[in-house]
């Protein structure tokens, strides 16, 4: 039984019959999308921008692939906080593949907003300004695609950084991250996530590896945004 457990404890994805998906930056560089479609993967997010100054230069490619090979597939952007206003980066990205529609193809865009890897983990932000610098994001991606964007965070990410915000469930799917068999504790608010990333590696194929919380018919719907 100890093996099965450890089975079990590795294989999240295995175990569920939930949509699987990946999601890749530049760091993945170019990316086999035939292999990944074979492999079973129904969706992948591509990293688009970073702040308002980078966009990867493997997104269009990236993104071009995964359309040809016939993956449901959405961009994200990583927020910066200390360098520009929400409503700023929100335009940047759609200025630059974080674009929507409803063609049924096309998840809406995420805002990958956490640990800040150059410094202060709250990009100096009080916990009320981080609040306000996501809303204004959220509302000005809303304004210009109808939609209202995919927040994707850690839990301890969101209550250091946020004061455990509550609210952004009326409006905004999560997207949490998460790396063991269990999805353990959400941010204050959320009764379910939409998305898991549940491992950094995985035989989904390269980058992240996600889990879309439903069944195909709920993705399909989800990009079509009905
Ligand atoms: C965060 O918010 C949730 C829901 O409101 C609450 O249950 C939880 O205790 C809060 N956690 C902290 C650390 O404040």
């Given amino acids: 039984m100890k093996w099965l457990a450890a089975l079990a404890l590795a294989l999240p994805a295995i175990v569920s019959a939930s949509p699987q998906g990946i999601d890749v930056s530049n760091w993945q560089g170019t990316v086999n ?20 100054g980078y966009k990867s230069p493997s ?20 927020a910066r906080p200390d360098v520009s206003s929400g409503a700023t980066q929100a335009n940047y990205f759609l200025a630059n593949g974080g674009g929507w529609s409803a063609d049924g193809i096309t ?21 009320s300004s981080m609040v306000a610098w996501i809303t204004d994001f959220s509302n000005t991606y809303h304004t210009k695609t109808g939609r209202y964007p995919v927040i994707y965070t850690t839990t301890d990410w969101w209550k250091t950084c946020t004061g ?37 590696s995985g035989s989904n194929g390269p980058g992240d590896q996600d889990l879309f919380n439903g069944d195909t018919a709920g993705l399909q719907r989800m990009a079509k945004g009905s």
């Fill in 164 to 200: 455990n915000a509550s609210g952004f469930q009326n409006n905004n799917p999560l997207w949490i991250a998460h790396y063991a068999s269990a999805i353990g504790e959400l941010p204050a608010g959320y009764a379910y996530t939409t998305f898991w990333q549940f491992a950094n």
């Fill in 107 to 127: 998840l809406p865009g995420a805002l990958d907003i956490e640990y800040n890897p150059y410094g202060a983990t709250c990009y100096g932000l009080s916990a």
């Fill in 33 to 52: 999308w035939g292999a990944v479609k074979a492999n079973g993967v129904q969706f992948a997010y591509i990293k688009a921008t970073e702040g308002t």
């Fill in 59 to 78: 997104f269009n490619s990236q993104y071009i692939g995964a359309t040809n090979a016939g993956l449901i597939r959405g961009s994200y952007h990583f």
